[in-house]
């Protein structure tokens, strides 16, 4: 079965340091992968968008990487701070279908002081 | 950056009763809008992707007579949540897509739905 998986359980780490974030799927061929952030009661908001054919995408502390080998995404928060905790979102477009966006559950990431 | 803009935040309404929610693309044409569904902790489901001047097209399981969804602008979607039951409680979100840059989506603020 298709399946867009992220790590659940919620990610704690100390300000300053990198968040490492994980997005992993089953029986999609995706054309693009995207990250959102999403903060409580709130619509998402776009990150970052990585192509089939890119290895890594960089914006400002933010850095994604594409591995369609191992069928993962990871998306990477240097010099963390507490502003930055939410829920992050990755989310697919099938190549079958670019105009649907299939989204994985979230991680919710705590940066702590 | 483009500006979706989804009334109301929040609502809270009677069992049996119907809810519409409006999304609108502020600055921006959308020729297409999809709707989400979001539990507490769990993923965004995608009910419905809205096609300015045609109908709607509903994901497998969604009940397209019990989620009425009208595209009738290039800037306007409405999803019509009728005769509501406690079960549909949830947050609704809607997106739309910029023709000029295709492939990523903006988000409303969502809808907190509420059934007594």
Redesign the interface.
């Given at each position: 079965s298709q399946k867009i998986e992220q790590n659940?359980e919620a990610l704690n780490i100390q300000e300053g340091k990198t968040a490492t974030l994980t997005c992993n799927y089953t029986n999609y061929s995706p054309a693009?992968l995207?990250w959102?952030r999403q903060d409580p009661?709130?619509?998402?908001?776009?990150l970052l968008?990585i192509r089939e054919n890119e290895k890594e995408k960089r914006k400002e502390r933010l850095k994604v990487t594409f591995d369609t080998t191992l069928k993962q995404s990871l998306f990477h928060i240097t010099a963390s701070q507490p502003a930055d905790s939410a829920t992050y979102?990755c989310a697919l477009?099938p190549s079958s279908n670019?105009?649907?966006?299939?989204?994985?559950?979230?991680t919710t990431l705590q940066v702590k002081p | 950056g483009a500006v979706v803009s989804q009334h109301p935040s929040w609502v809270i309404c009677k069992s049996g009763t119907s809810v519409k929610i409006e999304c609108r693309s502020l600055d921006f044409q959308a020729t297409t809008m999809f709707w989400y569904r979001q539990f507490p902790k769990q993923s965004l489901m995608l009910m419905a992707t809205s096609n300015e001047g045609s109908k709607a097209t509903y994901e497998q399981g969604v009940e397209k007579d019990k989620f009425l969804i009208n595209h009738a602008s290039l800037t306007l979607s409405t999803l019509t949540v009728t005769s509501a039951h406690p079960e549909d409680s949830s947050f609704y979100i809607c997106s739309a897509r910029d023709v000029t840059t295709n492939e990523k989506l903006f988000f409303g603020s969502g809808t907190q739905l509420s059934v007594l």
């Open positions: 659940s693009y995207q959102y009661g709130r619509g998402p908001v776009f968008l979102l477009a670019t105009g649907k966006l299939i989204f994985g559950q979230g | -």
